[in-house]
């Protein structure tokens, strides 16, 4: 872990090295990137097929395209009780929150006599990523699939890459909880790609949305405009903002949840301990040791860690701004204080008995989230971004002449006669 101090006189020129040097930019994947959906959109299922034995290690004409309904039904059926309830509390309460986000039609007629108004609508298809690649994720599968379904979107198409040929039975059962339409064995870019240009096999969707490591991020972002996306959701990260009330290894347990999604994934601390600082340190050591014998070697995490005590939490908020991080844990006396002037955060997660990763399952907003500092001006996945609205406007004579003249100044002033003549040759004067 990157160990640094506000109280250094070189902090400034350091944090902004933080800040610039975000991973998932770092890793130039562009070219890449566009290669592979040239590829794609010029030879379709031929690419996916070679793609997919290049970067998942399988025959897709041997293991199967894709999953049938019955296949996830059954592995829905053949799932452990205590599993299947975990996924059933997960879904009740994703579905909850989200359908608390579906917006009102607007009608109304306002003094000049006009009527005005906006109706929302649902996007026809919707292709929903679900990440494979070093773990398989059915918590994303609901938390893509569910708000599309209440926002009332017809068609629901899965991606998700099955490296070396192996289906993840609780992403198969998650998509019959959920409702999804097709199930592809696709991945990355170029799963993107497909559902975006369409190819024989895959129909193509109005928006993609769903996390994904760089490659997949930068897809979405390439392809915007081809489909709508909801927002680039790419490598996890993590900001925690703790005192020295905390014990040190819950805290270094909850940096090391998001490093854990990817090694270019980022996990920062800040306190205003610089002793605790270090304690932190040294309790990641001790909490990868203790997950490297449950599960990975030890040589095997990348920890992308940056540790900061400052003189106190009131320099906090610019920092984290400056980071608008995906996730900001506020383990404090009062988060909420702090939270109010943080501006730019995916989600924030407030208190000490709030570990981030139970927003990752069961807390029910969405765990699709702007990464790489986009949080400055994007917000995590929301049932609007599988809509659309569409305004509307209705005058009678009157109104015409309340607010038609002003049109047809207007017009002229552009330039524009035929604009203004569409608008003068229904007024009275
Ligand atoms: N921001 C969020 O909301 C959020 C949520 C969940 C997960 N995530 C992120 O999703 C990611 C999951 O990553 P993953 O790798 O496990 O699965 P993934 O499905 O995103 O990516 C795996 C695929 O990437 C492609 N790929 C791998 N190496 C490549 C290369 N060199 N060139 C081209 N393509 C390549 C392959 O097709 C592979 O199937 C992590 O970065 C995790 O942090 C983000
Ligand atoms: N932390 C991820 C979002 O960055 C979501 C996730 C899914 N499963 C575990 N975590
Ligand atoms: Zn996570």
């Known amino acids: 872990m990157l160990r640094l101090s506000a109280k250094d006189p ?15 930019s770092a890793v130039d994947v562009a070219a890449d990137v566009a290669a592979i959906l040239r590829d794609v959109r010029e030879r379709g299922d031929a690419a996916l097929a070679d793609l997919t034995a290049k970067f998942d290690g399988h025959d897709l004409d041997q293991t199967g395209w894709n999953v049938d309904a019955a296949t996830c039904k059954a592995a829905f059926d053949a799932l452990e ?27 109304y007629t306002d003094a000049a006599g006009v009527r005005l108004g906006a109706t929302w609508n649902a996007v026809d298809a919707a292709g929903l990523y679900v990440p494979g690649g070093r773990a398989a994720y059915p918590s994303s599968l609901l938390m893509n699939a569910i708000p599309a379904k209440v926002a009332g979107v ?41 559902l975006a ?21 930068e897809a979405k972002r390439q392809l915007y405009g081809v489909v709508g996306i909801d927002m680039v959701a790419g490598p ?28 270019t994934s980022q996990s920062i601390l800040i306190t205003d301990d610089a002793a605790y ?8 050591e001790l909490e990868l040791a203790a997950l490297a014998t449950e599960k990975t070697a030890r040589e095997s995490w990348n920890v992308n860690g940056v540790i900061i005590d400052v003189a106190s939490f009131d320099e906090a908020p610019a920092l984290a701004n ?5 996730h900001v844990e506020i383990a404090t006396d009062d ?39 986009r949080a400055r001006f994007s917000s995590g996945l929301s049932v609007l971004d599988f809509m659309k609205r569409t305004s509307f406007i209705q005058l009678d004579a009157a109104a015409l002449e309340a607010i038609g003249p002003a049109a047809v100044a207007l017009a002229e002033a552009e330039g524009l006669p035929a604009h203004a003549r569409s608008i003068s040759v229904r007024l009275n004067s």
């Open 81 to 107: 009780p205590t599993l299947r309830a975990a996924l059933e509390l997960a879904a009740e309460r994703i579905r909850a929150y989200h359908a608390a986000q579906l917006p009102e039609n607007r009608d």
């Open 154 to 194: 017809e068609r629901l198409v899965v991606v998700t890459p099955t490296p070396k040929g192996e289906v993840n039975p609780l992403v198969l059962a998650a998509a019959h909880l959920a409702g999804v339409d097709e199930v592809w064995r696709v991945g990355g870019a170029h799963a993107v790609g497909a």
């Open 10 to 24: 070189g902090f400034a020129e350091a944090f902004a090295r933080v800040v610039s040097d975000r991973r998932e």
């Open 236 to 263: 996890s990260e993590i900001l925690v903002i703790a005192d020295a009330k905390n014990e040190p290894r819950r805290i270094a347990a909850d940096l090391l949840s998001q490093a854990e999604h990817d090694p």
């Open 277 to 284: 600082a270090d304690a932190v340190a040294e309790a990641v």
């Open 335 to 373: 988060p909420e204080s702090l939270m109010r002037r943080i501006r730019h955060a995916g989600s924030v997660f407030l208190g000490r008995m709030t570990p981030e990763a139970v927003g990752d399952y069961v807390a029910g907003p969405n765990h699709v989230l702007p990464t790489g500092r």
């Open 322 to 326: 400056a980071l608008a991080a995906e």
């Open 197 to 217: 240009y369409g190819t024989d096999r895959i129909a193509p969707v109005d928006v993609v949305t769903g996390p994904g490591n760089a490659w997949v991020a």
